[in-house]
């Protein structure tokens, strides 16, 4: 029997096994579940870059269970046409759309005023927007994209609605992180990438200050009845990879390894609703359980010297 025939019978019985597991292997890749019913009626929710993705699929969920729900976004358009969406899915009137570039420092504060104006309530923040992987590119306000957007933006708006979210307690506030923090450090010589850029890396390097954000924050937050924690969502199929080719086609290829926005979306809604989750803060979920935080994900020092840098680029005082 000659070779060829050999590997022509191996593919094709590799191919007969893959397509009979295929769908447990994508189960598996699913991972876990939120299997909370709490409903969520008189609550508000805001959740930002909520017209695509992790943030949509969360924002459904989270309406269907009764909340009024704020996506707030950079892209009206985009946004508007997920809000109908979910209007139409859920029987949920109460989902509003908000313009908020996070990526530019006036608008989160013209956003944050609004929404202070306007609503009474801020039950549960959702920080769900950010940006992967994109080239070298500074915001108006003179930082690197990923710090700025991933980090300093939600730093900021969470900063400016603190004092709503605090009179409206109990309260949560979820703040989108990765995996890829176990491969971040923060180069405090070079935070917005001026001297060297990687794409990948100025990625977990945001990534990293999500998880450190929210462990000096829960410290701050202690007796005020306000939780703050962080959520890897998996690997997830949405238009996060858009700036990388590579990415991209990597997704492509190992789709039946990646969650869908909804499964993606299930660890967050578990944060935001879970009963046993009221009075639990500063830690790191995954697949709707706790998950590993890497040791610099861990170290107060710098936590703390990443809040005062913060602090002080954003040119706000936070004590």
Known sequence: MSMLVITIGVCAIAAILFTAFAPYIRRCAGGGVCTSNARLDGKTVLITGANTGIGKETARELAQRGARVIIACRDLTKAEAAAHEIREDTGNEQVIVRELDLANNRSIYQFAESVIKEEKLINILINNAGVMMCPFMKTGDGFEMHFAVNHLGHFLLTYLLLD????????RIINLSSFAHVFGRINFNDLQSEKSYDGGLAYCQSKLANVLFTRELAKRLKDTKVTVNSVHPGCVKSELTRHSFVMSLAWKVLTFLIKTPKQGAQTSIYCAVAEE????????????????????????????????????LLKIQWD
């Open 164 to 171: 709503l979210i605090t009179r409206s307690a109990p309260a």
């Open 277 to 312: 989750l009221q009075e639990i803060s500063g830690k790191h979920f995954s697949d709707c359980s706790p998950a590993f935080v890497a040791p610099q994900g861990r170290n107060d020092e710098t936590a703390k010297k990443l809040w005062d840098i913060s602090c002080k």
